[in-house]
């Protein structure tokens, strides 16, 4: 799956496709404006993908202070104040979409 496609299935389904991985779901329900269903399998996801999504779905919530937290968990930096929540989404994506190959 590329980026385009899965853009296209956040916007045409009601539901992640089958087969995603845990982390790449995180992020599409994230996209589905469904933070709470999103926060619940970030928090069962382990390592630095976990932790990422993890910073990420507290920045969108405004909790900066949780949100650098985790980022220093994932071994990331804080996006540069002003970075547009949906290019970070996208930045998270693309790794994510690339690391399955």
Request: overall charge negative; aromatic content about 8%.
């Amino acid at each position: 799956m590329n980026l385009n496609d899965f853009i296209k299935s956040t916007d045409e389904g009601e539901n992640p496709p089958e087969g995603m991985n845990a982390s790449l779901r995180a992020m599409w329900l994230a996209r589905a404006n469904k933070w709470d269903q999103a926060h619940d399998l970030c928090q069962e996801i382990e390592g630095v993908d976990g932790a990422w999504i993890h910073a990420y779905l507290h920045r969108i919530e405004g909790d900066l202070g949780n949100a650098a937290y985790w980022y220093s968990v994932a071994g990331k930096k804080v996006p540069a104040r002003g970075l547009p929540i949906d290019r970070e989404w996208t930045a998270i994506v693309k790794v994510m979409l690339e690391e399955c190959g």
